[in-house]
């Protein structure tokens, strides 16, 4: 199989900076676009169960078959980049991703839209890893990588909060089917700008094949993983814990293949010697388990079930979030990047989003969105916009050209398996029968305190495996032409 490599057009002086700003922005939406469908369609679940006739146990299911797919199919998306050059993939990725909004958006029946977001998750988990890809081809290491990771980052992070604003928005001004057609003038725009700055240039290594035994195994395993976590929010049962079972017994077969007999391996078992890697996915991991995913999950909860706002005001209660992780993320983290070492910055961040878990964790029936949310927003989101940049640069780090599909696609899948995996766990520990009558906000109430609680007690623990990263900073003044836009 040839490899198709790309390059960005580019004539060179500021024209090149030209050019890799539109390869910023394009991977960037992607991204976005894989990001928020993760969570808008949350907040339009009821009005599509009235539209199309879904039954309570079908419902579910608009969300769990993008999940499922997406986390399954992660580290196989960022090998075929690898493998199949990114243009290919890219221009792959985002043709399935725009017709499976398009089709999800016009659907008639139950089947035709479950079908059409696992199609969309198939999508996304192509396109994830290799916006990744293409963006840390683009930029060499260093500051100004160091700034496009914080613009990716902050994109990644601001999308799954955008989700309950969009899609609440969108279903009560528009319709449910625009929280999916949204995509498609988004993603038209992003193929155009794929075909015209992204160009094939010749290959410069041997052809190599696809890992099909790895790949399977891989799939199978991590599809069996998330579909067990994804479908647990009142408990494993028996189901969820033999799909757990089979999940993580299907993954030690995949580590077995890819060390002693894959030629081409999906996941070079190179790679996870080297200490950035490992340790950095396993930070990311566990960040992703306490951070994010509960911290929007947990607190929708909170203000709709005990604030009593609506999807749209719970939506716009997540703007000081999103707000502070981008001015953050986007100004303040990498000027500290060359300042400060990178692990420093990872554990300092966590610590102060523990500290704000730590604070929400207090809130009372009493508690205003004024009193009891806006407050512990200013820590959780100051420490997710410090920590998120500098251990994405870190896993990133030190990889071979020819593998940085498969670590895009292993820091992809350590974020979503986290994610649903802490989800998860939190909400099996915090659960129990849904209280009724006197009384029944101070026991949810206390639930989601405790929930918070957990979370700051995982992030302070991350904290301190942290500091076990490599040091490493960006170099203090960056040089000039540093900035290539070959992208291999």
Not at 4 to 24: E, F, I, P, Y
């Amino acid at each position: 199989m040839t490899d198709d490599k790309t390059s960005t057009r580019h004539d060179g002086g500021a024209g090149g900076t030209s050019v890799a700003g539109v390869v910023l922005a394009l991977v960037c939406a992607a991204q976005f676009m894989v990001v928020l469908d993760v969570s808008v369609v949350n907040v339009a679940l009821p009005a599509i169960q009235h539209a199309l006739g879904f039954t309570s146990a079908g419902l579910p299911w608009v969300a769990t078959a993008y999940a499922l797919v997406f986390g399954g199919f992660l580290l196989l998306g960022g090998r075929l980049a690898d493998l199949y050059g990114h243009r290919r993939v890219l221009v792959a990725g985002l043709g399935l991703f725009t017709l499976a909004s398009l089709v999800g958006g016009l659907a008639a029946t139950p089947g035709t839209l479950v079908g059409a977001r696992a199609f969309q998750g198939l999508g996304a988990a192509v396109l994830a890893p290799v916006t990744l890809t293409v963006l840390t081809a683009t930029f060499p290491e260093g500051p100004r990588r160091t700034r496009a990771l914080a613009i990716w980052t902050a994109v990644s992070l601001t999308g799954g909060a955008a989700g309950n604003l969009v899609g609440g928005a969108l279903t009560q001004y528009l319709s449910w089917r625009a929280i999916l057609l949204i995509n498609v003038p988004i993603g038209a725009l992003a193929l155009v700008a794929a075909l015209r700055w992204l160009t094939a240039a010749p290959p410069d290594r041997p052809s190599r094949g696809l890992d099909v035994p790895g790949a399977l195994l891989a799939t199978l395993g991590l599809g069996a993983v998330t579909y067990a976590l994804s479908t647990s929010h009142n408990g494993l049962g028996a189901a969820g814990i033999a799909a757990l079972g089979a999940g993580l017994a299907t993954l030690s077969g995949f580590l077995a293949v890819e060390a002693r007999w894959a030629r081409f391996p999906l996941l070079p078992p190179g790679l996870l010697r080297v200490r950035d890697v490992w340790l950095g996915n396993a930070v990311m991991l566990l960040a992703g388990a306490a951070f994010q995913v509960p911290m929007w999950y947990f607190l929708t909860l909170y203000m709709q079930n005990v604030l009593h706002l609506n999807a749209l005001q719970t939506g716009l209660g997540f703007l000081p979030h999103t707000v502070l992780m981008l001015l953050v993320g986007l100004r303040v983290t990498p000027w500290l990047m060359r300042r400060i070492s990178a692990r420093a910055l990872i554990a300092g961040g966590v610590l102060v989003a523990a500290a704000g878990f730590a604070w929400q964790s207090q809130i009372t029936t009493a508690d205003t969105y004024w009193s009891g949310v806006l407050g512990p927003a200013v820590l959780m989101s100051v420490g997710g916009g410090l920590f998120n940049t500098p251990l994405t640069s870190t896993v990133v780090s030190g990889v071979d050209a020819a593998d940085a599909g498969a670590a895009s696609g292993l820091m992809n899948t350590a974020k979503q398996v986290g994610g649903a995996l802490g989800l998860a766990a939190l909400v099996a520990a915090t659960s129990g029968s849904t209280p009724t009558g006197q009384g029944a906000e101070q026991t949810l109430v206390a639930g989601y305190g405790q929930a918070f609680a957990l979370t700051a007690t995982v992030l302070a623990a991350v904290a301190v495996l942290a500091l076990a990263l490599p040091a490493r900073r960006d170099a203090l003044e960056p040089e000039v032409g540093q900035e290539s836009t070959a992208v291999s």
